[in-house]
């Protein structure tokens, strides 16, 4: 079975008397293990399908199945269970809470999960240590560059091993080298048999991608 399965989806946003047909019958499926690169300009739909991949929202229609899970049938209180257990988030903005240093914000989603203290703080500095950060684990995200907080914001989202980790525009606030280092950072993680997504508006970033999924006007264009 397919990690990711999407049937028919269809989702439609209502602004006063304007309708957008977000998306339209979008239909794909992801295998555990590929990392997949999901194009598209603005306007194309790719956010509105982050959002359902990530369980952020649900579609009007149609059928999506993640690890075998049916999606559109959960309610708030679990799909925030599933976002929890099976998805890694990775934002443009690195979300990092400000207060907190880089251990603590790594930690803070798994004490969501109810993992006991030391094994929080174990999870948390065994993925800094992946990301070459165990050294900047007592700083605070101001102290960090643009490059160590989208690092820090990956070690967050590995760190209770996640069969998914979903990137949405990964390299989109940092300068070029930066983000080819992060997009390595991915491709290594991918290697080890993690399965990723990335949502991104750059075909030069997408290249990098094992597979592209096209999206134009709320439709799949083609898949390579």
Same mark, same amino acid.
């Given at each position: 079975m397919p990690l990711i399965q999407?049937?028919? %989806? #269809?989702?439609?946003?209502?602004?006063?008397?304007?309708?957008?047909?977000?998306? +339209?019958?979008? &239909?794909?499926?992801?295998? &555990? @293990?590929?990392?997949?690169? %999901?194009v598209g300009s603005s306007g194309s739909g790719k956010?509105?399908?982050?959002?359902?991949? @990530? #369980? *952020?929202?649900?579609?009007? $229609?149609?059928?999506? *199945?993640l690890d075998g899970i049916p999606i559109c049938s959960q309610d708030e209180g679990c799909l925030s269970r599933i976002r929890n257990r099976k998805i890694g988030f990775i934002f443009q903005g690195f979300h990092l809470i400000p207060t907190l240093t880089a251990l603590e914000n790594v930690e803070l989603p798994l004490s969501y999960r109810? %993992?006991?203290?030391?094994?929080?703080?174990?999870?948390? =500095?065994?993925?800094?240590?992946?990301?070459?950060? $165990?050294h900047r684990?007592?700083?605070?995200?101001?102290?960090? $560059?643009?490059? +160590? +907080? +989208?690092?820090?914001? %990956?070690?967050?989202?590995i760190a209770a091993s996640p069969p998914l980790i979903l990137?949405? =525009?990964?390299? @989109?606030? *940092?300068?070029?080298?930066? @983000? $080819?280092?992060?997009?390595?950072t991915l491709l290594s993680l991918n290697r080890e048999g993690r399965t990723v997504i990335l949502i991104t508006h750059d075909p030069a970033v997408?290249?990098?991608?094992?597979?592209i999924i096209r999206i134009q006007d709320g439709k799949l264009r083609n898949s390579a």
């Open positions: 999407m049937n028919n %989806i #269809c989702k439609t946003y209502h602004a006063g008397d304007n309708t957008v047909e977000a998306l +339209q019958n979008v &239909s794909f499926s992801v295998e &555990s @293990g590929e990392f997949v690169a %999901i956010s509105t399908l982050m959002n359902l991949l @990530g #369980c *952020l929202d649900l579609p009007d $229609s149609g059928e999506y *199945l109810g %993992i006991a203290a030391g094994e929080r703080r174990r999870l948390a =500095e065994e993925a800094l240590r992946k990301m070459g950060l $165990s684990a007592g700083h605070r995200p101001a102290q960090l $560059s643009g490059g +160590q +907080q +989208q690092r820090v914001a %990956i070690a967050r989202a990137a949405d =525009e990964p390299t @989109g606030n *940092l300068d070029s080298a930066t @983000g $080819s280092e992060v997009m390595q997408a290249a990098m991608a094992g597979r």
